[in-house]
C-alpha cells in the first residue's frame, strides 16, 4: 500500500466538498482515497477547526485549552444551576412574605 502526502490546502478542500455532497464515500472514489483518510480529516477539523498540521507546541497548548475549557464550562453551567435555585427560593420566600404580610 502506497503512503500519499497530501497538502493541507487539498485536504480542506475535500472536506468543504465533502460537507457540500454530504457523502465521504462519494468524494473518496471521486480522488481515488480511502474513506477511513477523509474520516480521519474530518474529525481532526471538527476537533481543531482547521486541518493544517500544528506543531508540537502548539498540539499540547490546543488540548491543555481544550481541557479548561471544558472545565470552565462544566463550572460555569453548575453556577447557573446554583443561581437558578436562589432566585426560585428567593420568589418562593417573596410570596410567603405577601401572603403573611398582605400590603
Known amino acids: 500500500m502506497k503512503s500519499r502526502q497530501y497538502s493541507d ?7 468543504q466538498e465533502c460537507q457540500e455532497v454530504g457523502n465521504v464515500a462519494l468524494v473518496a472514489r471521486r480522488y481515488e482515497i480511502s474513506p477511513n483518510t477523509i474520516h480521519t480529516w474530518l474529525r481532526k477539523y471538527r476537533q ?7 506543531k508540537r507546541g502548539e498540539l499540547a497548548n490546543v488540548k491543555a485549552m481544550s481541557e479548561q475549557l471544558k472545565k ?12 437558578a435555585e436562589k432566585e426560585l427560593e428567593i420568589a418562593i420566600l417573596r410570596d410567603l412574605l405577601d401572603t403573611v404580610n398582605p400590603r
Open 72 to 83: 470552565v464550562s462544566t463550572e460555569n453551567d453548575r453556577l447557573k444551576r446554583l443561581v
Open 48 to 54: 481543531l477547526g482547521t486541518v493544517r498540521s500544528l
Open 9 to 15: 490546502e487539498f485536504k480542506e478542500k475535500i472536506i
